[in-house]
């Protein structure tokens, strides 16, 4: 990708993260927990895939679906306990779906589920196999989709590009003023200089496909807050990178581009506008919320991870 020139931020992240030859989710498949780059919420306990397989038992009563989706997941783990800790009168009648892009992921997932699953790479085709009507779930699918960042300026918000010079260092700058995307963040009052990032890629993907989910339940879990809460006490935004187990802001996301994760938190009130056209209910709860029960887990302290997650129930 040529970045002598300044481009928007979305599609330098989109190259870091993506790229089939250079991204990070192409390069770095064993980047993913203790001994990673970052770990994951159903990494350090059995209480998410608990709670998800409760769910999705209720899910898959209510509406009858026969079919269980999980978009994007990862090395096939957390698909694979939630599997495990259905009950089997619904285990041996469900079948189990992978939507998933990374070959080597795949790979991955065949090797842990084997003939437990059916693998698609596009939601719209796993939907189109079972006739629309599934029961969908995601866990940090949300904050992978590469973001456009926006700066709050004396005429306006004005969107972020950036460029490489000829000593790779990263430059950052404002494009002229154009059109801004479907965003709450920018209904909310901001003082001068606030940056805000948004999801539109996104909404893109759910455009592409929530037209083709006919009935069902669906569950995204992922790090975030609503447009109100998102940007309190971060006027630089909530863009940053992991290296190693390391937090990195400011300058330090552009320097290992490809090598390592590039993540903002989701506005969960543009997830909610986004969907409501092809949605019926809507249910945001935090991940704490959503994992109570008599089990202990990691996730109760009220300033830690079960706040910090959201988990937004939708039905159709």
């Given at each position: 990708m040529n970045l002598k020139s300044p481009v928007p931020f979305e599609k330098f992240m989109a190259?870091?993260?993506?790229?089939p030859k250079h991204g990070y989710y192409a390069r770095r498949i064993s980047g993913v927990g203790r001994s990673g780059d970052f770990t994951t919420a159903p990494m350090l306990s059995d209480a998410p895939a608990r709670a998800i397989a409760a769910w999705a038992a209720r899910a898959l009563r209510e509406t009858r679906c026969r079919d269980l989706i999980e978009i994007g997941p990862g090395e096939g783990r957390l698909a694979a306990a939630v599997r495990r800790f259905l009950p089997w009168r619904i285990r041996w009648k469900t079948q189990l779906r992978l939507v998933e892009t990374s070959a080597p992921l795949i790979e991955l997932q065949k090797s842990l589920l084997g003939s437990r699953?059916?693998?698609?790479r596009h939601l719209s085709e796993a939907l189109d196999a079972c006739g629309g009507q599934a029961v969908i779930f995601s866990n940090e699918l949300v904050d992978a989709f590469p973001v456009r960042r926006f700066q709050k300026s004396t005429g306006g918000w004005e969107e972020l590009a950036v460029h490489y010079d000829e000593f790779r260092t990263a430059h950052e700058s404002l494009l002229p003023p154009a059109p801004l995307p479907d965003s709450s963040g920018f209904l909310e009052s901001h003082p001068l200089g606030q940056r805000i990032e948004v999801h539109e890629s996104y909404q893109r993907y759910l455009s592409e496909w929530l037209p083709r989910w006919k009935s069902g339940r669906m569950l995204t879990i992922d790090y975030g807050a609503e447009a109100d809460r998102i940007y309190h006490r971060r006027p630089h935004g909530t863009l940053r990178a992991y290296l190693l187990q390391q937090r990195l802001e400011g300058p330090a996301i552009y320097e290992n581009a490809g090598r390592q994760d590039l993540t903002a938190d989701v506005n969960f009130t543009d997830l909610q506008n986004w969907s409501a056209p092809?949605?019926?209910?809507?249910?945001?709860?935090?991940?704490?919320?959503?994992l109570e029960g008599p089990m202990p887990h990691p996730f109760r302290e009220s300033d830690g991870a079960g706040e910090v997650f959201l988990v937004l129930e939708q039905k159709k």
């Open positions: 190259w870091a993260l993506h790229d699953a059916v693998w698609h092809w949605v019926r209910e809507q249910t945001l709860l935090t991940f704490r919320e959503f």
